[in-house]
């Protein structure tokens, strides 16, 4: 195998070839079509073989597609209701395509084609240019510019870089890590064992190596620029990214919620596609996170949409979230009252 094949390929590049096949078919992919076609899975598949970590990824890749607002449709074969293995997946180009409505100038429109071929370069490999070609031998062939197609992805954080490039070298780190409810960084020195993302955020995975105690720290806490200590330590042996995972979705998995939300709005249409959401006989929904201080910034950004039922410490996060808010406003309207009396 060619080490072009063998390369890690970005979630970035995975996640566009998947959107970019999805929208090219009208009948849309199986599993197995994705899986052995599409750049970032194709890769790793194994021809009759056990690909159940790459189904993993495939399932997670799907809801980090439709937390995006990407229409992603499943389909089922005549007859075969319920067997995954015919499952068909597309994505239809009239939910995803602009509104109607929405034109731009030719001014606009030469800005968006130059941004368009700028984002294109940068972003898609030569690997990925040849995945677009196999996908055409499928007779999966788009017309439609790729700029209409570019994904809403989350912007990697500052700490990425530094933390893959010390992840090739197995060198061991140094950085400010500020935990909810502490009011000073804790400096943490570690071996990085993998970089993940799960639910839309990127975490590492590392090691203490005067403890031997593995953990997992979510990038965006960490408050300070990368140092590398000049110290290396043994390549791990293992899937240590699948074990990450699969350790997030254990907390994923163990931690619940229940909360109300009012009917036909933005809260109750975003939180009844979240993964794993359950609709209670009380018409409320059950909830999965892995932390409790992002998932209470999320819910306390629906405002009055959102009720937290349970557990008692996220509704009180999110109470005392709100009542922040209220704080602000009263503290910006006092200041414009100011500024008018005295103006």
Same mark, same amino acid.
């Given at each position: 195998?060619?080490?072009?094949?063998?390369? !890690?390929?970005?979630?970035?590049?995975?996640?566009?070839?998947?959107?970019?096949?999805?929208?090219?078919?009208?009948?849309?992919?199986?599993?197995?079509?994705?899986?052995?076609?599409?750049?970032?899975?194709?890769?790793?598949?194994?021809?009759?073989?056990?690909?159940?970590?790459?189904?993993?990824?495939?399932?997670?890749?799907?809801?980090?597609?439709?937390?995006?607002?990407?229409?992603?449709?499943?389909?089922?074969?005549?007859?075969?209701?319920?067997?995954?293995?015919?499952?068909?997946?597309?994505?239809?180009?009239?939910?995803?395509?602009?509104?109607?409505?929405?034109?731009?100038?030719?001014?606009?429109?030469?800005?968006?084609?130059?941004?368009?071929?700028?984002?294109?370069?940068?972003?898609?490999?030569?690997?990925?240019?040849?995945?677009?070609?196999?996908?055409?031998?499928?007779?999966?062939?788009?017309?439609?510019?790729?700029?209409?197609?570019?994904?809403?992805?989350?912007?990697?954080?500052?700490?990425?870089?530094?933390?893959?490039?010390?992840?090739? !070298?197995?060198?061991?780190?140094?950085?400010?890590?500020? !935990?909810?409810?502490?009011?000073?960084?804790?400096?943490?020195?570690?071996?990085?064992?993998?970089?993940?993302?799960?639910?839309?955020?990127?975490?590492?995975?590392?090691?203490?190596?005067?403890?031997?105690?593995?953990?997992?720290?979510?990038?965006?806490?960490?408050?300070?620029?990368?140092?590398?200590?000049? !110290?290396?330590?043994?390549?791990?042996?293992?899937?240590?990214?699948?074990?990450?995972?699969?350790?997030?979705?254990?907390?994923?998995?163990?931690?619940?919620?229940?909360?109300?939300?009012?009917?036909?709005?933005?809260?109750?249409?975003?939180?009844?596609?979240?993964?794993?959401?359950?609709?209670?006989?009380?018409?409320?929904?059950?909830?999965?996170?892995?932390?409790?201080?992002?998932?209470?910034?999320?819910?306390?950004?629906?405002?009055?949409?959102?009720?937290?039922?349970?557990?008692?410490?996220?509704?009180?996060?999110?109470?005392?979230?709100?009542?922040?808010?209220?704080?602000?406003?009263?503290?910006?309207?006092?200041?414009?009252?100011?500024?008018?009396?005295?103006?």
């Amino acid at each position: 195998m060619s080490a072009a094949s063998t390369a !890690k390929i970005p979630v970035e590049e995975r996640l566009f070839s998947l959107v970019l096949a999805l929208l090219a078919t009208e009948n849309g992919l199986t599993k197995n079509e994705v899986l052995s076609t599409v750049q970032g899975y194709r890769q790793r598949f194994k021809p009759g073989g056990d690909n159940a970590n790459l189904e993993r990824q495939f399932e997670r890749d799907k809801d980090d597609i439709r937390d995006l607002g990407v229409p992603l449709e499943t389909i089922e074969s005549p007859g075969q209701a319920g067997n995954n293995q015919t499952l068909r997946y597309r994505i239809p180009r009239g939910a995803y395509e602009l509104p109607g409505d929405i034109t731009f100038s030719a001014e606009e429109t030469t800005l968006l084609n130059l941004a368009a071929m700028v984002w294109r370069e940068g972003s898609l490999s030569g690997e990925s240019r040849r995945a677009v070609m196999k996908l055409k031998g499928l007779g999966l062939v788009s017309d439609e510019p790729v700029l209409g197609y570019a994904p809403r992805l989350r912007v990697r954080d500052a700490a990425f870089e530094p933390l893959r490039a010390a992840l090739e !070298k197995h060198s061991i780190v140094r950085f400010a890590y500020l !935990k909810p409810g502490e009011a000073e960084a804790r400096v943490r020195q570690v071996a990085p064992l993998a970089l993940v993302q799960h639910q839309g955020r990127w975490h590492l995975n590392a090691e203490e190596p005067d403890t031997g105690i593995t953990k997992t720290f979510l990038l965006r806490r960490i408050v300070s620029p990368i140092s590398l200590i000049g !110290k290396t330590f043994p390549a791990p042996t293992g899937d240590q990214t699948a074990r990450a995972l699969a350790e997030l979705e254990e907390v994923w998995d163990s931690h619940t919620a229940e909360v109300e939300v009012v009917a036909e709005s933005d809260a109750a249409a975003r939180l009844h596609k979240r993964r794993g959401t359950v609709t209670l006989p009380s018409g409320a929904l059950r909830l999965h996170y892995s932390d409790a201080n992002i998932f209470a910034d999320e819910l306390a950004g629906y405002g009055p949409e959102v009720l937290v039922l349970s557990p008692p410490e996220l509704r009180s996060a999110v109470r005392s979230r709100l009542l922040r808010t209220v704080e602000q406003h009263r503290a910006e309207q006092r200041v414009a009252a100011t500024e008018v009396s005295n103006g």
